[in-house]
């Protein structure tokens, strides 16, 4: 293990991706082409190899923890004498908007459905907890949509508190990204097996109030978590390349919040997109979302190609 800049030890050991790739062993890749294009995000060139190359040894890794976490739980309520229960596996995946994060959420949760038993595994993503547009304007927080302060940090941490409790059913607040506002629809989550936590502050840690008290974490209720990495500046072009196809998506549906964008020239549109990230995007990496990337198990850095060229798992 390296130095960290602190001078200690590194808490990581690191895998360049053809030692992280024979760690799968017989782990079974069963995803198709045909399910990879459902998964993945708009421009993002994750292809099988990569699957098989980084999310399958990931999956298997999963498999283990999930399995040991759910054995020292018996061993503790044996302890304690209670009747044994089975408890929700946290697994929260963290990074910033572009890097493509929802992608790597969204295979993790097809490659855990392939599991022996077939679990229940869940899928949430912190937006449909920011705060309605409405509460945003009044509060002068719609350019800071995204930034820690925008969600309801407590809907979101007794949502996950409710889930890892065991509660039969938990309702999930939706997101619509057409709209770009919170939907009045919620989603049940019934007891599943797995809940994955996709999103930017997802390892922000707590802050402490005036009254010295603390707002608390849904990180404490992670039982894994996972850090979308790469360089600012590859972020930043993917972003801007990413707005630029959407004109021809979803900006061209008229009932897309982000419809006026439609029509602007390539020029227009890399001038607009780097004017959001600069202003918003950027400094939320900056000031709140990289900070959080030490709390992660599992790092996933991106190379310049939007592939996976390192994995870093936390040993210490």
């Known amino acids: 293990m390296t130095d960290s800049p602190t001078g200690l030890p590194s808490p990581y050991a690191v895998f360049g991706r053809t030692e992280w790739a024979r760690l799968s062993e017989s782990h079974p890749m069963n995803l198709t082409g045909d399910d990879l294009t459902r998964l ?3 421009g993002e060139p994750v292809d099988l ?3 098989e190359s980084v999310y399958l040894p990931l999956s298997r890794l999963l498999y283990f923890y999930v399995e040991a976490t759910h054995g020292l739980r018996l061993a503790t309520s044996e302890f304690l004498g209670e009747r044994p229960t089975r408890v929700p596996f946290v697994v929260g995946v963290a990074g910033s908007v572009a890097v493509g994060k929802s992608t790597t959420a969204r295979i993790l949760r097809e490659l855990m459905l392939r599991w022996p038993h077939t679990p229940r595994v869940e899928l949430v993503t912190t937006d449909g907890f920011l705060y309605p ?4 304007e009044e509060r002068g927080l719609l350019q ?3 930034f820690p302060e925008s969600y309801d940090r407590r809907a979101l941490l007794r949502f996950v508190a409710d889930v890892k409790s065991g509660e039969l059913a938990v309702e999930a607040r939706q997101y619509s990204h057409l709209t770009y506002d919170v939907l009045p629809a919620t989603v049940t989550i019934r007891k599943p097996d797995v809940l994955i936590v996709e ?3 997802v390892l922000q840690p707590p802050t402490v109030r005036s009254d010295g008290t603390n707002t ?4 404490d209720f992670f039982d894994f978590s996972v850090y979308v990495d790469a360089d600012l500046e590859d972020i930043r072009r993917w972003y801007v390349e990413r707005f630029l196809r959407l004109r021809q998506t979803a900006f061209a549906d008229p009932k897309s919040y982000f419809h006026r964008y439609a029509a602007l020239s390539d020029a ?3 001038a ?4 959001i990230w600069t202003r918003i995007n950027e400094p939320n990496l900056i000031e709140n979302i990289e900070p959080t990337k030490g709390r992660a198990t599992l790092v996933l850095a991106k190379g310049s190609d939007h592939s996976v060229e390192t994995i870093k798992l936390r040993k210490l």
């Open 272 to 275: 607009t997109a780097t004017d």
């Open 216 to 219: 608390g974490s849904i990180s």
């Open 49 to 51: 190899d990569e699957v």
């Open 144 to 146: 800071r949509k995204g």
């Open 199 to 201: 999103g930017l502050n």
């Open 268 to 270: 227009q549109a890399r």
């Open 133 to 136: 547009n409405k509460v945003l």
């Open 40 to 42: 993945r995000g708009l």
